[in-house]
């Protein structure tokens, strides 16, 4: 009940857990997704709907545009339904051609059966007389200019009526256009030669500017003159206009080609310039115009009135050149108008549902995964809580090789390593207790029998007493070396060594216990007497790790045997200074060698001071070794005796150096 209320007591709550925050993310992810693709959805449609009216409106003004072309140039709407279905076939529309009253002119779903109603509405009125600019192509309008006043003609210019030349006249006026772009190509300007509805060629500027004809010896005289039958058309027209001017009781004007009047009986003042300007028999031509600052719009009354009566003249004079306004539908196969797009409720509802599905599902998807991912890191979880109070803690299970299993055998492995660290702490302090105990309680032996009278506190009395401090103070320094050394606070001091001179050194001061052992303690020459290389070091800390070496192979050495001393490089791509102390000692059994170099570990469990220490010696020789960033190592045979090896880095070759090893 315990651990269940603890278990409730820890739980997270939904919002800060894995769990939670795997449901917020896969839910956002799922709400963005959704929201991406409906966005991504209605812009693809609405730029396909977009691009889809762009081509019918194109389609569309192509199909006005060519049946606007064709009452122009037809006085009735007699053998239109051909080209009616030519435009049907090409747009994939229904085209339908009907009178003002409605009346079929041309259908291009005639047919059985028989095709569907017309819309209520037309799309356009095909008139040539009167041209819708919203459905014209560019070339649906024409422009008179006179002088300085100007106005708009919605007349279409394909509208030629009287003005088409016959064959002899349009032949001739091509030589000579031919005649003036060659002239004008000779002096560096490029023309070409275009021809009009009615047949009449005009010089056009491949480069569209005007100005750069000026000051040519090419003269188009010959070319603005107008021919027979233009000068019969324009007196016609100029009747009808004087004839709208005379019930306005105004006076009779002249019309020239491109429709500028003059009311003096002279022609219109004009200047060098030539500008395109449209004429009534097609696009426009090479016209000459008064010089004016800004030709803008007509500016009298006068102007106005007979810029009327040349438009009603005009209109009446192509009347029976041209075909009736008729009424054009444009519509679906099917005979409806094209559909707009439009997001019915069922299609929204049918969006709404996809979406919450696609959201159910990543909740679903992220709930099992979730819990899958949430479940061995509770197992986790439990095992920390119980390790933390002290309680065994079972290896969690590694159910995958996944990041998860792979925490799950990490954390199997921190237990299983802190439980032997537990144990070695455990082992420590009984070792250390045992190991204080011994020289405190032969201190207090010593004291207790002379303060009751049996021992005499004379010179061997005291020097007992100081052996076992002077152990005791051994056992603690050495304690406190290995704590600094654990802490990484052991401070050296490091200064060049003569190696040979340290090695000397260590074998006199243990020469008396070697002496009193009857071991032979040596030190050999470097291995065929090659130069040592330099070596940095605290002298102070590599004797004591050297001392503790030759003691305790002392110690292990039977009379009659040896210990050796010996320094030599090693290594190639590695160098190091190899520190050696070889005994033939007893041995030391193959499964106890990786235990040598650990605290209060000893061969003999009987913790005999004849036989060895207090354990540390050792584990403080490993500890200096990697201080000065070397290692410790040992090879050992039983019954043959143990080499322990001290490999240090040698220090930075410099003049000082080598100055000191000679």
């Known amino acids: 009940m315990r651990r269940a209320g603890e278990s409730d007591r820890h739980r997270l709550p939904l919002r800060k857990s894995l769990l939670g925050r795997l449901l917020a993310v896969s839910a956002l992810v799922a709400a963005c997704s959704v929201a991406a693709t409906a966005w991504l959805a209605v812009q693809t449609t609405s730029g396909a709907i977009e691009q889809e009216q762009g081509q ?131 002096s560096g300007i490029a023309s070409d030669v275009v021809e009009g509805p009615s047949g009449r060629p005009r010089i056009q500027d491949v480069g569209n500017d005007p100005d750069r004809l000026q000051g040519t010896r090419c003269t188009t005289e010959d070319l603005d003159r107008p021919t027979p039958t233009e000068e019969k058309a324009l007196s016609a027209l100029s009747r009808l206009a004087n004839a709208c001017l005379s019930r306005q009781s105004r006076e009779p004007v002249r019309l020239g080609l491109d429709l500028s009047w003059d009311t003096a009986g002279e022609p219109f003042p004009v200047s060098e310039t030539a500008v395109p300007t449209p004429v009534p028999s097609g696009p426009p031509r090479e016209a000459r115009v008064a010089p004016s600052p800004e030709p803008t ?27 009736p306004p008729a009424l054009l539908f444009i519509s679906d196969p099917g005979g409806g108008a094209v559909p707009a797009f439009d997001l019915s409720p069922a299609n929204t509802a049918r969006i709404t549902g996809v979406a919450a599905l696609v959201l159910a599902l990543t909740v679903g998807a992220s709930v099992l995964a979730g819990a899958r991912l ?117 401070r050296l001091h490091p200064e060049p060594v003569r190696i040979e001179e340290l090695l000397a050194h260590v074998a006199a001061a243990h020469q008396a216990q070697a002496d009193a052992a009857e071991v032979a303690l040596t030190v050999a020459a470097s291995t065929a007497g090659a130069p040592l290389p330099a070596l940095t070091a605290d002298p102070v800390r590599l004797r004591q790790a050297m001392g503790n070496l030759v003691s305790n192979a002392v110690r292990h050495t039977p009379a009659g045997g040896r210990v050796t001393l010996r320094a030599y490089a090693t290594g190639h791509e590695e160098a190091r200074v190899a520190l050696e102390v070889a005994d033939t000692g007893s041995g ?51 019954g043959e005796g143990s080499v322990f090896t001290l490999r240090l880095p040698p220090a930075v070759p410099d003049p000082g150096d080598a100055a000191l090893m000679r």
């Not at 006005?64 to 009616?84: E, S």
């Not at 009135?305 to 009347?319: D, F, T």
């Not at 030391?588 to 005999?608: H, T």
């Open 374 to 490: 949430v479940r061995p890191l509770h197992a986790l979880t439990g095992a920390a809580q119980r390790m933390r109070d002290g309680e065994d803690s079972a290896p969690v299970v590694v159910a995958a090789d996944n990041e998860i299993g792979r925490l799950a055998a990490a954390f199997n492995d921190m237990s299983a390593h802190r439980a032997r660290l537990e144990e070695q702490r455990k082992v420590m302090v009984s070792d250390v207790a045992h190991e204080l105990r011994t020289p405190l309680s032969n201190i207090r032996g010593w004291l207790e029998g002379a303060q009751d009278g049996i021992a005499e506190p004379d010179a061997t009395f005291i020097s007992s007493l100081l052996e076992e401090a002077v152990q005791l103070q051994h056992i603690i320094d050495d304690l406190q070396d290995l704590s600094a050394a654990d802490a990484g606070v052991l």
């Open 56 to 186: 019918n409106l194109t389609a569309d003004t192509r199909i006005h545009d060519t049946l606007l072309g064709y009452a122009a140039a037809h006085p009735t709407w007699d053998g239109v339904g051909a080209t009616v279905r030519e435009l049907a076939d090409d747009s994939g529309r229904r085209i339908t051609l009907t009178t003002q009253s409605r009346g079929i002119l041309a259908d291009s779903a005639d047919g059985s059966p028989p095709p569907p109603a017309l819309p209520p509405q037309a799309s356009a009125v095909v008139d040539p007389m009167s041209v819708d600019a919203a459905l014209s192509s560019g070339a649906g309008s024409a422009t008179v200019s006179v002088g300085m006043r100007s106005r708009s003609d919605r007349v279409d210019p394909r509208a030629v009526g009287p003005f088409r030349l016959p064959d002899a006249e349009r032949a001739s006026l091509r030589r000579t256009a031919e005649e003036v772009a060659q002239c004008l190509n000779r």
């Open 588 to 638: 030391i059994p193959p499964e106890d060698l990786r235990y040598v170099f650990d605290r209060f570990w000893r061969a003999e469990k009987s913790r005999s001071r004849r036989t060895g220490g207090s354990g540390l010696g050792l584990a403080i020789v490993r500890k200096l070794a990697e201080a000065h960033g070397g290692t410790a190592d040992v090879v050992s045979t039983v």
């Open 297 to 323: 719009a007509l500016t009298s009354e006068n102007d106005r009135a007979i810029a009327s009566c040349v438009a009603v003249a005009r209109r009446e004079q192509l009347s029976s050149y041209v075909a």
